[in-house]
Nanobody
Framework: QVQLVESGGDLVQAGGSLRLSCEAS????????IAWFRQPPGKEREFVATIYRGNSHSYYADSVKGRFTISRDNAQNTVNLQMNSLTPEDTAVYYC??????????????????WGQGTQVTVSA
């Protein structure tokens, strides 16, 4: 059993930055793949970024590449998402999730077994 708790969501102006944190318990973040997903208002949940447990490489959605950075803090057992150059299109509830699935499935919502409760990010124009 893995418990995930997100924090760091806030209201920010376009062009600003936020840092989200996902604290895990029940399993080391090194031993599982932790990803960030988001769900914009009225839309489906979508993949944002992940650190794959098999090779410790980071993978990003095209829409956030170059603006967002995912990182892992093994000592704190957290996975963080640094978000820069935010736009109103980044407005969403952000979730972290955990899976032990294969690399080919890491961008798929259904591959993740454990989810946090979400944290709201709102970017004003």
């Amino acid at each position: 059993q893995v418990q995930l708790v997100e924090s760091g969501g806030d209201l920010v102006q376009a062009g600003g930055s936020l840092r989200l944190s996902c604290e895990a318990s029940g399993r080391s973040v090194r031993a599982t793949t932790i990803a960030w997903f988001r769900q914009p208002p009225g839309k489906e949940r979508e993949f944002v970024a992940t650190i794959y447990r098999g090779n410790s490489h980071s993978y990003y959605a095209d829409s956030v590449k170059g603006r967002f950075t995912i990182s892992r803090d093994n000592a704190q057992n957290t996975v963080n998402l640094q978000m820069n150059s935010l736009t109103p299109e980044d407005t969403a509830v952000y979730y972290c999730a955990s899976t032990n699935g294969v690399l080919s499935a890491i961008r798929t919502v259904s591959a993740y077994n454990y989810w946090g409760q979400g944290t709201q990010v709102t970017v004003s124009a």
